[in-house]
């Protein structure tokens, strides 16, 4: 008797991998083996390819982009065990996720939380098919770590808002349909007066000015709100609940930054670093990488790498099986930024002159595409809240110290 319902879930979960395999055999095309862009998030969209296009259709439409999401709202509806089964299947002929961003990061699971019954029907399915695209409008200029001193003030008009004010720092707002943004609705009170509300992009008095950065690219932009209507059916919550759910937003996007699958996950991705250093470096007689400090150095990163990523996983489940995710995320983004960026210092240092390139002939593209990340990884401990803030939220939340300590 307990063997077979030990066996049993053993079996279903083995029926459940044929069943992905077989899946994923008949819709994923090899010539897109490898091909993710781990930054095409940021960089901007993209045109898909017609086989491109297909694979998002084809994952959309099994609701396999968001594997765990409820089905009822265009979700796969696996248990957690065979969502791992699937990324292991996936990850075995190379097939990626060619659904992602915020939607998927942040906003969804926060709807999923707070949204109403109406809300999750109209926007939870969007996303898990990565047809509409959202954007975060969160920091203003004066309201980056001190986020609860935003000032975009929405008016209550009876029937909807009336919003006006400025976002910073916008992550493709240029090409988002929609905004998930944190406004001001009562100025007397700080964290209490603000409101959590979803806005169409092409409002009347939405205005987008992308930021030129030194790269020339401008996935950044400042947001501009002039007397933009806003329905009260897009208010997330009740007003002044906003600081709440906010807050709920930024665990999801820090366990999601932190290397749970979107972006971050992927720039952990590519050649081993062993496997370069030997072809840039060289090897010694006795075929060990030729300069014996970086070899250890490589070691002591891919060992702290698979530490975190253990413990990643182990996290992961337990938030699932407790209340989602916890302040203990607020670690996880540490040291996973700190992995990130030392991964991304040894892989330009491993390629030496070959890791100079931004652009042009004579660097291969792997490499081009080391250099953006290496770049681009600056960036992650700022955003998703700096390291210092996450500091102060382990300091305060998990190890209970006070402000003054
Ligand atoms: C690449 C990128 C993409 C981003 N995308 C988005 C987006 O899509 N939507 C959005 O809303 N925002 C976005 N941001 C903004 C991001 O959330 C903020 O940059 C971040 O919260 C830090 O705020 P700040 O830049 O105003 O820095 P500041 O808050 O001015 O901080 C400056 C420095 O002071 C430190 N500091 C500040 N307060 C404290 C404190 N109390 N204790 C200790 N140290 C402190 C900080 O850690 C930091 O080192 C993005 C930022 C980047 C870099």
Known sequence: MATAEIEAPVDALEAFRAHAREWLGAHFPPSLKGKDNAMSAVEGPHENTPEEAAWQQAMGEKGWGVPTWPKEYGGGGLSRDEARVLQEEMARIGAWNPIGGMGVMMFGPTLLEYGSE???????????????????????????????????????????????????????????????????????????????????????????????????????????????????????????????????????????????????????????????????????????????????????????????????RRASAEAKSNQGPSAATSIMKNVGARIMQERSELLIEIRGLAGLGWEGEGFEEEALKDVRTWLFGKAVSIYGGSTEIQNNVIAKRILGMLDHQ
């Not at 209550?156 to 944190?182: E, I, P």
């Open 118 to 312: 109406e809300q999750k029907r109209e926007h939870i399915p969007a996303i898990a098919k990565g047809i509409v695209r959202w954007c975060q409008g969160y920091s203003e200029p004066g309201a980056g770590s001190d986020l609860a001193s935003l000032q975009a003030f929405a008016e209550d008009r009876g029937d909807h808002y009336v919003v006006n004010g400025q976002k910073t720092w916008t992550s493709g707002g240029q090409w988002a349909d929609k905004c998930f943004m944190l406004v001001r609705t009562d100025k007397t009170r700080k964290h209490e007066g603000i409101t959590f509300l979803l806005c169409d992009m092409d409002t009347p008095g939405v205005e987008v000015k992308p930021i030129r950065l030194i790269s020339g690219s401008s996935p950044f932009c400042e947001t501009f709100f002039t007397d933009v209507k806003v329905p009260k059916a897009n208010r997330v919550g009740e007003e002044g609940q906003g600081w709440t759910i906010g807050k709920r937003l930024l665990q999801h996007e820090r366990s999601s930054l932190s290397g749970g699958g979107s972006t971050a996950g992927r720039m952990f991705s590519g050649a081993p670093l062993g496997q370069l250093a030997k072809k840039y470096v060289g090897v010694d007689e006795q075929g060990r990488i030729a300069d014996a400090d970086l070899r250890s150095r490589i070691v002591r990163h891919e060992m702290d790498l698979r530490a975190f990523m253990l413990t990643l």
